[in-house]
């Protein structure tokens, strides 16, 4: 806590003292964000750093392992932000980002180690697409290796949960709402993106390349990013 409680004073300090009339003008007026960004709960993924954002910029969803339930099947904060991003805040931008080394993903594999965990083994049926995806095409890889690409297939799976949810069946139909896959590499300080006509994760290179719901990854993609 002590690192904690000294970064809370450095802000008020330096950060919030400096920069004193963006918070007030963030306070004082309705926020307008660029983007819903779903990604994962795990703490070395940071969507304002590594979009270089700013505060009110990224309305954001976070949970273990960047999961979107289907429409109806779990009525609780995932449904409720999403209808609440497109239709109150006018939101026409969503990003769905998985990641490297994501430990949701490697414990959803494994499998016997959820016995102790009820409450996570629930959550991660909403990711059973995912793993048996995972057996069927990548079988005969390490787990290392299945994990990374686990993390890339359940960015397509939670894009075709995403698209069942009225809100965004809507607004996807009308075509005011694009949709984007996105995987962070850690440790190589990339993002790649969901390339639809070639079926590959491709590196961002300055051109973002919505997807429409249910993509589909090229079947001989058995590379590794």
Request: charged residues 20%.
């Amino acid at each position: 806590m002590e690192k904690i409680l000294a970064g809370v004073q450095q802000f008020r300090r330096y950060e919030y003292s400096q920069n004193r009339r963006f918070f007030e003008s963030l306070a004082n007026k309705q926020q307008k964000p660029l983007a819903l960004f779903i990604t994962c709960a795990d703490s070395r993924v940071n969507p304002n750093l590594i979009t270089k954002t700013e505060p009110g910029d990224l309305f954001l969803i976070r949970n273990a392992g960047n999961i979107v339930p289907t429409y109806g099947s779990n009525m609780g904060g995932e449904a409720a932000t999403i209808e609440y991003s497109l239709e109150v805040l006018g939101i026409r931008n969503i990003i769905l980002c998985g990641h490297s080394q994501c430990g949701a993903m490697k414990a959803m594999l494994e499998g016997t180690s959820l016995e102790n965990l009820p409450a996570s083994k629930a959550w991660f049926s909403h990711a059973e697409a995912t793993r048996r995806i995972v057996q069927a095409k990548y079988r005969d890889l390490a787990l290392q290796e299945r994990v990374l690409v686990a993390a890339e297939e359940n960015v397509l799976v939670q894009m075709n949960n995403l698209s069942t949810h009225p809100a965004v069946a809507e607004h996807l139909s009308s075509g005011e709402l694009k949709v984007y896959g996105w995987y962070y590499d850690i440790g190589g300080g990339r993002i790649l993106q969901y390339d639809q006509p070639s079926g590959r994760f491709l590196e961002l290179n300055g051109a973002a390349s919505p997807a429409i719901p249910m993509p589909v990854r090229a079947s001989d993609a058995a590379e590794v990013a």
